[in-house]
């Protein structure tokens, strides 16, 4: 008897794995392999998750009302055109449903967050990389990777695994490049923790253009992962796409309300970007004094690259600091098998990391 059989390319997708968060034997786990925010969530959106689970059996705000008119509220945005989902994962995902098919193709970096390929071939059209300069995405690399199949570009901005960026001046220069039938999304999910005076989210692109979205995230500043929220920033057209293509219930009740909370808590959000801002540096110098290198990152996270050295490589340096109970990213599925990401965690989780590793090397 024949089975049901999915479309073509499905069965060649390599399903996401996220970072691990346990080591069979061993009790007291640090994980920093998720960028996950090192102070955890913010008390008035555990106060708010609290005060909503005895309703839970309503169904939630299907528009996500309140929490986009506060995004608005603060960014001076259109309310109209920001789209909430499960996630910006669920975002990129619908993008790709809505925009590229078979035959198509979807554009990024060659070091680009893992779910842009998954996206792409879920959907049926073929995933592109465009080479990285210093593990950095390239404007003229991506704009030479362009063909007439082209229907989405992302460009996560900051990048994740590298945690670089490109300036605002890049991304514009990338955008007035652009087809304009070529979808430019711009994956901001770090944004909150850049300091840079020459970057920007990319709101401006999408106020001054017609194919620009921006995506953002609540899993990282605001540490609500659990709970899967994200949202986009898009042209009036492509709001109105994604409204008709996403679930009618596509963020549940916890999610919206405990991500408003998160949001209005400004004081906590500094806090944690305070934390980032101390600890980053830090652990950034830490590690290159052990000798290791450290790709300079602009998130809460960085890169560490090993040295192919037998005993002293990634591998080794993974299975190390598993043997102490420390959990990091191993980077081979992005192409970075020399490397392992770290994510900034509390003040004694970092030194643990610095202390460890300095064992490894022998410094």
């Not at 839970?56 to 009302?65: F, I, L, S, T, V």
């Not at 944690?272 to 602009?298: E, F, I, Q, R």
Request: with cysteine.
């Amino acid at each position: 008897m024949t089975a049901p059989t999915p479309r073509p390319g499905i069965m060649d997708i390599r399903p996401y794995v996220g970072g691990e968060s346990a080591i069979e034997g061993v009790d007291r786990i640090l994980k920093l392999s998720s960028n996950e925010g090192a102070l955890g969530p913010s008390p008035k959106a555990v106060e708010a998750l609290r005060a909503m689970a005895p309703e839970m059996h309503r169904y939630p705000d299907g528009g996500a009302e309140d929490l986009r008119r506060a995004i608005a509220a603060r960014y001076k945005l259109d309310p109209s055109r920001i789209v909430c989902g499960a996630g910006s994962d669920e975002l990129l995902g619908i993008l790709c449903r809505a925009y590229a098919g078979p035959g198509d193709e979807v554009l990024y970096s060659a070091h680009g967050f893992l779910m842009y390929a998954i996206a792409a071939k879920a959907c049926g059209a073929t995933p592109v990389t465009a080479p990285e300069v210093e593990l950095t995405a390239n404007v003229d690399n991506l704009l030479a990777a362009v063909t007439p199949r082209t229907k989405i570009l992302f460009l996560a901005n900051p990048n994740n695994p590298t945690g670089t960026y490109l300036p605002a001046a890049e991304v514009a220069r990338l955008r007035a490049a652009l087809r304009p039938d070529v979808l430019l999304v711009i994956d901001a999910a770090y944004t909150e923790f850049v300091s840079r005076n020459d970057y920007s989210g990319g709101i401006e692109l999408v106020e001054s253009s017609d194919n620009v979205v921006v995506c953002r995230t609540f899993s990282k500043m605001y540490a609500l992962g659990g709970l899967r929220l994200g949202w986009a920033y898009c042209p009036e057209a492509v709001a109105g796409v994604l409204n008709r293509v996403r679930n009618p219930f596509n963020v549940g009740a916890p999610a919206l309300a405990a991500g408003l909370a998160a949001f209005n808590d400004t004081a906590y959000a500094e806090l944690c970007k305070s934390h980032n801002d101390y600890w980053l540096p830090w652990l950034s110098g830490k590690l290159a004094d052990l000798g290791l290198t450290v790709v300079p990152s602009v998130c809460n996270f960085v890169l560490v690259r090993f040295p192919a050295t037998p005993g002293k490589d990634a591998v080794t340096a993974d299975k190390f600091l598993r043997s102490r109970g420390i959990i990091v990213r191993a980077m081979g599925g992005y192409g970075l098998g020399d490397s392992l990401r770290i994510t900034i965690g509390t003040g004694d989780e970092n030194q643990m990391v610095v202390d460890t590793l300095k064992e490894f090397v022998g410094a």
